[in-house]
C-alpha cells in the first residue's frame, strides 16, 4: 500500500500543535517512534519546558505473555508533572493500550494537570477508550501488519509497514 | 549440556550461577537494571510488573541486606512478599528442604529466592518445582552468589563505563568466597583482561588461575594500577581455624589501607559486598573515603534484583 510522506505529516501535526501548547506544557515521547517524534516537535515547537520520554516496558499489558521488551531504556521526564499540561506523543495510534500504559507510568511521577495526546497516524482499532488531539493523517492498515516510524541516515522521517511481531 | 538456568530458546528460567551465561544475558540485566534506577527517583517508587505474583524468600542461612534488597526490589516491582527465615522454622523440625518448596508451592508461589549454606541447594529446588515457578540463588554455600556478582559488575560499569580495559583486584579471602567466584566469572565473560586475585596461599583455592586471572601474595604488588578493588569479608570464623594467624595479622599484610591503595590507579574505586569488618580487611578511612562505592553498590543491588526478577518472571 502508498504510505504518506513522514515528513508532511510531521508539519501538519506541528501546525495543530501550535495552537494547543504553552511553554508550560510538557511534552513525552513515547519509545522509540513516538520519542523521536516529540524531540522533532519539541524543537519546532520552541517549547520552553524539557523534552520527556517514556518506556513504558514496565507497564505494559501483555507482560505475563509476552515478558519484558528486550531492549528497555529509562523513562526521564525532567519536570515536575503535578498541576501540568502534558501532551504524550507517539508516532502510530492503534489498539490504545500504548496510551494506557503511557498514562498509567505518568501518574507514578504525579497528577498531571491535563494529559492530551498528539500521533503521527491514527490507524483506528481501538480496544480502549481513548482518543487523541492531535493528529497527522488518519489511515486505514490491514489487521496483522505493524506500522511504524522509521528514520534514514539523515534523521528524515518515514513509515514503514511491516509483518507485525518484530524480530524481538 | 543444556545449562539448567536457560529455557530452549535461550532465555533465562532460573538464575542459580553467573558461570556459563551468555554475555548478551548479563548485558540484559546490567541494561533493564540501569532503567530501573529512575523508577526508585520517583514519587510513586512502584512498577506493576509483578502485580499477583509471590515471591518467597527463603533464606536458610543468616543475611540482612541480601534479603532486604530483595524484599525491597519484590516490593517495587508490586509482588508480594513473603519471608521466611527457615533457620528457625520447619527445617529445624526435621523437614527436607523440597518438602518445605513443596509446601509453599502449594501456597502458589511464583518465585522463590533461596539462601542456603550447601552449595547447590537452588540447583536442587530448580530441578524440582512446576515450570511456572522460578529460583533466584541468593548464595549457595561457597558455590555462587550471582545478583551480587551481577551488581558489582553494574557498579563497576557505572563508575568505569567499559570492561574491555580494566584492571580488577579481589582481595582476601577468596577460597571460601561465593562473592568472588560470582564476580570472576562475570568479569572474564564481559572481557575484563586483568583480574587479581590477591591473598595469603591458606585462603586462594588451588588452581584459581584456572578461571582467567592471576595470583598475587603481595598486596603492593598485585594491586598496582588496578581500577577497581574488591575488598572480600574475612568471617570471623576463619580466624579462629588454622588458615590464619589473626586478625591483626591478616590487616597487616592484606586489610586495605590508603598507603595501599595509593598504589592503585588515583581513581580507583574500592568494593564490598559487606558486612565490613572495619580494621580486618579494611581501614575505616578507606571504607569512608572517596573512593569508597561500597554504599552505591547497596543501592544499585536493589535495581539489579528488580531486573533479575521481571526478566525471569517474564520468561
Known amino acids: 500500500m502508498n504510505l504518506p510522506d513522514a515528513e508532511l505529516l510531521c508539519q501538519e501535526l506541528v501546525s495543530r500543535l501550535r495552537s494547543g501548547v ?43 505473555t509476552a ?102 | 549440556m543444556r545449562n539448567p538456568q536457560l529455557n530452549g530458546d535461550g532465555t533465562l528460567q532460573h538464575l ?10 548479563l548485558v540484559h540485566i546490567l541494561d533493564t537494571a540501569a532503567s530501573f534506577i529512575g523508577v526508585t527517583e520517583r514519587e510513586v517508587k512502584k512498577v506493576p510488573l509483578l502485580r499477583g505474583k509471590s515471591v518467597f524468600n527463603l533464606f536458610f542461612e543468616a543475611s540482612t541486606r541480601t534479603r532486604t534488597t530483595f524484599e525491597i526490589a519484590a516490593k517495587r516491582l508490586s509482588a508480594d512478599v513473603i519471608n521466611l527465615n527457615i533457620a528457625v522454622s520447619s527445617s529445624t523440625k526435621g523437614e527436607t528442604l523440597l518438602d518445605t518448596v513443596d509446601n509453599l508451592s502449594a501456597m502458589y508461589a511464583d518465585m522463590f529466592v533461596v539462601r542456603h549454606s550447601s552449595s547447590g541447594a537452588a540447583h536442587l529446588i530448580a530441578s524440582h518445582v512446576a515450570p511456572h515457578v522460578h529460583v533466584i540463588n541468593a548464595g549457595d554455600g561457597r558455590h555462587a552468589h550471582p545478583t551480587q556478582g551481577l551488581l558489582d559488575i553494574y557498579t563497576i560499569r557505572h563508575y568505569k563505563k567499559d570492561f574491555n580495559r580494566l584492571s580488577v583486584a579481589i582481595v582476601g579471602d577468596v577460597l571460601h568466597s561465593r562473592v568472588a567466584r560470582s564476580l570472576i566469572h562475570a568479569l572474564t565473560t564481559l572481557g575484563t583482561p586483568d583480574v587479581r586475585v590477591i591473598g595469603p ?103 539489579v534484583r528488580m531486573a533479575v526478577m521481571s526478566i525471569l518472571a517474564g520468561n
Open chain 1, 22 to 64: 504553552t511553554d508550560s506544557t510538557g511534552l513525552v515521547g513515547i519509545r522509540t517512534g513516538g520519542a523521536w517524534l516529540a524531540e522533532r516537535l519539541h524543537r519546532e515547537l520552541k517549547l520552553a519546558t524539557p523534552l520527556g520520554a517514556l518506556d513504558i516496558s514496565f507497564y505494559r499489558d501483555d507482560f505475563d
Open chain 1, 67 to 168: 515478558g519484558l521488551h528486550h531492549q528497555v531504556k529509562p523513562s526521564q521526564i525532567p519536570f515536575d508533572v503535578n498541576g501540568r499540561h502534558i501532551v504524550v506523543v507517539d508516532d502510530v495510534l492503534y489498539t490504545g493500550r500504548t496510551v494506557r500504559a503511557a498514562m498509567n507510568e505518568l501518574f507514578d511521577y504525579g497528577r498531571p494537570g491535563k494529559i492530551e495526546l498528539a500521533a503521527l497516524v491514527d490507524r483506528g482499532e481501538r480496544q480502549l477508550p481513548i482518543a487523541a488531539q492531535y493528529v497527522g493523517a488518519t489511515l486505514s492498515v490491514p489487521a496483522g501488519k505493524l506500522l511504524r516510524l522509521a528514520r534514514d541516515e539523515h534523521g528524515k522521517f518515514l513509515l514503514r509497514l511491516s509483518d507485525a511481531k518484530p524480530a524481538a
Open chain 2, 16 to 25: 542459580l550461577t553467573i558461570e556459563g551465561l551468555p554475555r548478551e544475558v
Open chain 2, 201 to 303: 596461599r591458606t585462603l586462594l583455592p588451588e588452581g584459581v588461575e584456572q578461571l582467567g586471572v592471576s595470583v598475587h601474595h603481595d598486596m603492593l604488588e598485585g594491586l598496582a594500577g588496578c581500577d577497581v578493588v574488591m575488598m572480600l569479608r574475612l568471617q570471623n570464623e576463619r580466624m579462629k581455624g588454622p588458615l590464619l594467624p589473626s586478625a591483626q595479622e591478616f590487616f597487616k599484610s592484606y586489610g586495605l589501607t590508603p598507603q595501599k591503595l595509593a598504589r592503585a590507579k588515583p581513581d580507583a574505586i574500592v568494593m564490598h559486598p559487606g558486612p565490613m569488618n572495619r580494621g580486618v580487611e579494611i581501614d575505616s578511612s578507606v571504607a569512608d573515603g572517596p573512593h569508597s562505592v561500597i554504599l552505591p553498590q547497596v543501592t544499585f543491588g536493589i535495581a
